[in-house]
């Protein structure tokens, strides 16, 4: 063995004998390099480059060593291995992103006697590691021997070029065709490093060809399972031969035995499982399929898929339900103020159900206006009756599938919404909310409302059809509640397959009640505030549900209430400790959140020509109305501005055609309405008006307009009008009076067939106002009409003349006048 000096270096000075240079050190990354080995490097780690650049600058001579694991970025001593080879840089090349590439080429087997330093790269003492080679009879065979075996190798293996196999034929010597041969091979890294160890170049020919016979026999196999599989398949099926392949391979190895406990897990897996005899014939059928395939073929992985499903619904899988109706009633009224309807049919359900042991489930459908509680209300139920809550939202749903699933046929398919949730659920018995059942559309895809026909049908859903399943699932079990904003569209099937339960907006008194039982101590806790350093006065709730909000929910009281919340936790912030209790009055109010948003109709000051108070109903509650009707001389011009609607312009005429048809009671001749232009205006243009109800209020006005009789500012009216006379019912009743309490107003007329709805309004307001019931349009006139005797007005038939004169309806003494309604 020689040891690396100093004077071993060309062009160096010469060192005394006990001197020893130090040479850098290389790790390398799953690669070893064997002597007279020309083999490109990429180097990127910073003390490797370092390395380089110091061997270039002395001799560029390094020593090469294999890290033990690849994967580790700054190896310590113990992680390099001991053997190495000794380089010399051919050339080194600077690369773009920082990198180096250097051509190093092997001189000879080292052995690492000593590490001098690590920083900044790896040095140490070598001694080279010197290879005896004799020429015996027994190396020229195994020379032999390893020349016609490496020929047969690269037949075999096409990645080795056929030239190489020509320059590896004229090699002799034992040391230097064990190390190319070694080059060409595909071994593991220990196996390489062990042949670099091995100073004997016999025992390292031995070893190479042990080695190559090895790799040979792997070769070969794979030449059998090639073979094996392009006799059972077409040219051009490129995904079958794979498959095949992967076939091959497995019979080769005869290993299988994942796939088989797989298997035995879905076996025990059904065995286990409560379901009907059907799926489990269905379950078991696909399992005997499954076994059958390989577990690579496309097919295997959609049987596996619905295997899966079928395990994985709860068949016969049902929740404990809760029997008490005292426990369920308090936690209703826990969670929501009101809606006594859906409460109430909640608990006759509760109550039904504890009497007799199976029922079908109901199948509610909330519809009301947003914001009111449709979907909280869906989880409070199930909160009640002890089931699990589903929630599906239908918004936007066009595709039948959504419902009742894909067919197994398609790539990807899955079961519909309906299946996905019992399996979300976990139990048979859950309570499935249908959120926005009223915004599905249809397209070419189909209709999904009609597919939800027989999932919300109890004579039908015991036995729902799922395409993906294709097979009878029991819902009956199941309490379906849909909720909706508008009804009318939901189609009439639908609707006739569930209980309809309208939820209207919430009144003043329930938002203040809602306000401040609800949404103030949900705030409170939202911003970090306790009731100690802020108290809402039912003023300031009342001044932000007025005229902070217009809604016929909860939604934006709950916006306006975390907006003050947020202000005051920002003054308790600020202020720290001086910060004193906010008091929210309508005047903090006002300071907080800025100037109104809204206002509400207020009653007039005083009774007026022409001007009549209506009651209207909107989503957000009820309204003040006013109707103004001006008449000016003309040719019978008949005007009507508000944006009306079409129902609303109807009504319009129908008021003019019972005032001509009354003209002779209300002292007007017969032709006026041919000298006159009548205008019906309705304020607030820009605001959509429809419905029947301002029918005899518009008859009001417009008597009162050509009359020139004022009308009672205190008097508001709501109802339909006929052409001769009668007044109809209404809706809304409840909402309109509300507003004509809250506007001020004392005396409301209301339809006769309306009084049934009296008992739904809350007692003050009953207290506060004055109804006066009427089936005819002289009722409404007698009430509204600011004269003291209205009966003998109407009844006085005998002054109708040619004309409309000064005196409004009536002619004076000189038989000359000007037409009603100028002035």
């Known amino acids: 063995m020689a040891i690396f000096r100093n004077d071993d270096a060309e062009g160096a000075p010469p060192a005394s004998e006990d001197e020893v240079r130090a040479i850098p050190l290389l790790p390398l990354r799953d690669i070893v390099v064997f002597p007279t080995m020309v083999v490109p490097l990429f180097v990127g780690r910073p003390k490797s480059i370092k390395a380089l650049e110091d061997a270039v600058a002395n001799g ?36 773009p992103d920082q990198t180096v590439k250097v051509l190093v080429e092997g001189k000879g087997r080292a052995r690492i006697t000593k590490f001098v330093e690590d920083d900044p790269y790896f040095s140490c003492e070598y001694e080279l590691i010197e290879e005896a080679t004799p020429v015996t009879s027994e190396i020229e065979a195994l020379v032999r021997s390893v020349h016609a075996t490496f020929e047969n190798y690269v037949k075999l293996n096409k990645k080795v070029p056929a030239e190489v196999q020509g320059n590896v034929g004229q090699i002799q010597e034992a040391a230097r065709l064990s190390d190319t041969v070694a080059t060409h091979l595909n071994l593991k890294l220990e196996d390489r490093q062990r042949l670099l160890e091995e100073a004997d170049p016999a025992k390292r020919l031995e070893e190479v060809f042990g080695l190559m016979q090895a790799e040979i026999e792997v070769l070969e196999v794979e030449k059998r399972i090639r073979g094996r599989v392009k006799n059972q398949m077409e040219k051009s099926q490129k995904e079958y031969y794979l498959n095949e392949q992967m ?11 994942e796939f088989k406990n797989e298997v035995t897990e879905l076996e025990e897996a059904l065995a286990a499982k409560n379901m009907p005899d059907e799926a489990r014939e269905k379950c078991d059928k696909e399992i005997k399929k499954l076994k059958m395939m390989s577990p690579m073929a496309a097919e295997a992985t959609v049987v596996r898929n619905y295997i899966d499903w079928m395990l994985a619904l709860p068949w016969n899988d049902v929740a404990d ?52 509680g449709k979907t909280s209300l869906g989880k409070s139920i199930a909160r009640a009756t002890g089931r699990d809550f589903v929630r599906i939202s239908l918004g936007g749903v066009r595709d039948e599938a959504e419902i009742r699933g894909h067919r197994r046929t398609y790539i990807g398919a899955l079961p519909g919404k309906v299946i996905q949730g019992l399996k979300k659920a976990g139990s048979g018995n859950p309570i499935f909310l249908l959120d926005e059942v009223d915004k599905m559309s249809t397209d070419f895809r189909g209709d999904p409302s009609s597919a939800l026909l027989e999932v919300l049908d109890p004579e039908q859903n015991h036995t729902f059809n799922d395409h993906y ?47 401040r039982d609800f949404l103030v101590k949900k705030q409170l806790e939202a911003n970090g505030l306790e009731p100690e350093q802020i108290e809402f006065t039912d003023g300031g709730l009342l001044e932000i549900i007025r005229f902070f909000t217009r809604e016929s929910g909860v939604r934006s009281l709950e916006r306006e209430i975390a907006g003050v919340c947020r202000k005051i936790a920002r003054d308790l912030v600020r202020e720290g400790e001086a910060y004193k209790k906010a008091r929210i009055t309508p005047a903090r109010v006002k300071k907080l959140l800025g100037e109104r948003k809204f206002r509400h109709g207020k009653a007039e000051q005083e009774d007026q020509v022409g001007l009549c108070t209506g009651l209207a109903y909107t989503e957000v509650g009820g309204e003040l109305l006013q109707t103004e009707v001006a008449v000016t001389p003309g040719k019978g011009k008949f005007v009507i501005t508000g944006r009306l609607g079409e129902v609303m312009q109807e009504s319009a005429n129908a008021a003019m055609s019972y005032v001509r048809q009354r003209a002779k009671q209300l002292g007007l001749t017969a032709d006026f309405n041919s000298k006159v232009d009548i205008h019906i205006h309705v304020p607030e243009g820009a605001t959509p008006k429809d419905g029947p109800s301002a029918g005899i209020t518009i008859a009001t006005a417009v008597a009162s307009a050509l009359t020139r009789v004022p009308v009672r500012s205190n008097v508001a009216m709501t109802g339909e009008i006929t052409l001769r006379g009668r007044v109809l019912p209404i809706g809304g009743l409840k909402e309109k009076l509300i507003a004509a309490h809250r506007g001020g107003i004392d005396t409301v007329v209301i339809p006769k067939d309306n009084e049934r709805d009296l008992a739904e309004i809350p007692p003050h307001i009953k207290r506060g106002l004055t109804l006066i019931p009427v089936e005819h349009m002289d009722e409404v006139l007698k009430a509204a009409l600011a004269i003291d005797d209205v009966a003998a007005f109407l009844q006085d038939g005998d002054h109708v003349v040619e004309a409309i004169f000064d005196v409004p309806g009536r002619v004076d003494e000189h038989g000359e006048g000007t037409p009603a309604g100028v002035n």
């Open 469 to 515: 399943l294709d097979m009878d699932y029991d819902l009956s079990q199941v309490m379906f509640v849909c909720t909706a904003n508008v009804l009318h569209e939901i189609p009439r099937p639908l609707q006739d397959r569930m209980e309809i339960i309208q939820l209207p907006g919430y009144i003043e008194s329930e938002k203040l009640q809602i306000a």
């Open 247 to 257: 076939r091959a391979i497995q019979k080769e190895l005869g290993d299988r035995d």
């Open 60 to 95: 560029r001579e390094l020593l090469l060593a294999a890290q033990r694991v690849a994967a580790k970025d700054e190896p310590d001593k113990g992680d390099i291995y001991r053997t190495g080879t000794l380089g010399s840089i051919i050339q080194l090349l600077r690369l």
């Open 321 to 372: 339900e809760n029997h008490d109706i005292v426990l369920a009633e308090s936690i209703l009224n826990e969670d929501h103020y009101g809606l006594e309807k859906p409460k109430d049919r909640i608990l006759e359900f509760l109550a039904v159900q504890t009497l007799v042991e199976t029922m079908k489930g109901p199948i509610l459908c909330l519809v009301g206006p947003p914001g009111v």
